[in-house]
């Protein structure tokens, strides 16, 4: 089993970040929530905070656990454990992904997620809309 921590990061105006995966990638073209694996000996909230400066050259405080999705691809067990998380600084800069947007959490159904996404997406565009949404 494979062990991946997700960011559902909000930004001030309570937006969404979600992140499409490049070409080359596995699931290229599908839409997620950012993240990465976990390193052995890691916590999952230590992992976003290092793959999201890695990954997009930004700083986010994770700050509640939301939950776990385990998914089979094929052979390969993932364990998506998601945490929210909050912006705090930096300017988006992709490696792993070609496109991102800051969306509202009704506008998720809109994007194809990766399958292992889709349990957050459906769990954030059925929990009570925010005032700003």
């Not at 993932?78 to 991102?100: F, K, M, P, W």
Request: glycine content about 6%.
């Amino acid at each position: 089993m494979i062990q991946v921590a997700a960011a559902i990061i909000e930004d001030e105006q309570g937006r969404i970040l979600i992140a499409r995966r490049k070409p080359g990638k596995s699931q290229a073209g599908m839409w997620e929530f950012p993240g990465g694996k976990i390193e052995q000996g890691e916590l999952a909230d230590d992992c976003l905070r290092r793959e999201l400066m890695e990954e997009m050259e930004i700083e986010i405080d994770p700050y509640a656990f939301f939950g776990v999705n385990d998914h089979h691809y094929g052979a390969t067990h993932i364990r998506l454990i998601a945490y929210r998380a909050r912006y705090v600084s930096g300017t988006i800069t992709l490696t792993d992904h070609d496109e991102y947007r800051w969306i509202t959490a009704r506008e998720l159904t809109a994007f194809t997620f990766a399958p292992a996404d889709v349990k957050f997406v459906e769990m954030l565009h059925s929990s009570k809309p925010r005032l700003n949404e």
